[in-house]
């Protein structure tokens, strides 16, 4: 089969279709024909080593990317289905967290995977994994959002911004968007009462309070999103950095921790999850119309390291999708 393999940390040149054979399952997993997969900054994570320390940690792999094959979102149709999985069956549509996306079939865990909502293309279907989930978990999970209150979305256009506009909006809060000035028409259609051009003015800045700040950037140092939150109000940091750090968002997030108990406000990292019941959750709110994906673009298998390229600039609008087959 075709697919984009990482043998070396490195940038996303280092990427390169080669034909590999496709993998096997055991029990509880399922072999999935990927139609679309969709990019994430944790796919740069994996493929740079990046942070160092994370090497250390185990999160990459120490000497080369943990994956041989890159990506982790895809939607597709199951192949076969390995001894002991139920309510899954070969032919089914499916999306969810396939390790080894960036390929012609990728194996995962049954559980990691749920059924395609009707009526849904294979590219947006792959576009929900890692940053819907995430938002959902950011905003209804830690940023516990009620109806009414004020929510600032920092990274608004992004991947999990865009979703987590919409999410927040849903549960009735009043929600501003931080980002650029192309963005604003796009974030004002995903729910956003407010929108704050990120390149003529610092949201940190203004009297305005917030009862959930989830700040997808890191851009501002946790004492000026302190100073623009409620006195109880919630900050829910998922900046993950950009490449070439030592221990990139690691610092602000030992620094959140050592404030967080001394203070009334809540200061939350977002934890890292992949998760059925929350795919089952976004796939829901897709049904119920509640929620849609922004593709920026699309490219195809052989230019996933262009597209990893135009993710790592930072200016992604909704998701960067990969179309397979
Ligand atoms: N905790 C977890 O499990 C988890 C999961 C997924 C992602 N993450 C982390 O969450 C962060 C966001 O991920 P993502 O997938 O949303 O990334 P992304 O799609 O690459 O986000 C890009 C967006 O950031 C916006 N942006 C850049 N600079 C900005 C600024 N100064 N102010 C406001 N917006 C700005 C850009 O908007 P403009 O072009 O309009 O500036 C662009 O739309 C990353 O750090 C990632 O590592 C964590």
Known sequence: ??????????????????????????????????????????????LRGDPYIARLMGGTGLTRPRSRVAGIDAAGRVEAAGAGVRGL??????????????????????????????????EHAA?????????LRGIRDVGQVQAGQQVLVNGAAGGVGSYAVQIAATLGAT????????????????GAAHVVDCTAGDFTGTTTRYD?????????????????????????????????????AIGPMLRLAAVNPVVRQRLRVLPT??????????????????????????????????????????????KIVVTVA
């Open 212 to 248: 959930v700040i989830l700040d997808n950037v890191g851009n501002r140092p946790l004492r000026h999103l302190r100073r623009v939150l409620t006195p109880a109000g919630s900050l829910v940091l998922n900046a993950g950095g950009t490449p070439g750090h030592l221990i990139g």
């Open 175 to 190: 929600v501003t968007g931080v980002c650029g000035p192309r963005n604003q028409d796009l974030v004002r259609s995903l």
């Open 89 to 122: 069956r070969p032919g089914q549509d499916v999306l969810g967290f396939c390790p080894g996306a960036f390929a012609e079939y990728a194996r995962t865990r049954a559980d990691l995977v749920v059924p395609m909502p009707d009526g849904l293309s294979f």
């Open 273 to 318: 999850r992949q998760d059925r019941a929350e795919l089952a959750a976004v796939t829901a709110l897709i049904s119920e119309g509640k929620l849609r994906p922004v593709i920026d673009r699309t490219y195809p298998l052989a230019d996933v390291s262009l597209a990893l390229r135009r993710l790592e600039e930072g200016h992604t609008r909704g």
């Open 127 to 135: 576009a929900l994994p890692m940053a819907a989930t995430t938002a």
């Open 1 to 46: 089969m075709k697919a984009i393999v990482q043998d070396r940390f490195g940038p996303p040149e280092r990427l390169r279709l080669a034909g590999i054979d496709p993998p096997g399952i055991g029990p509880g997993e399922v072999l999935i024909r990927v139609h679309a997969a969709a990019l994430n900054p944790y796919d740069w994570h994996m």
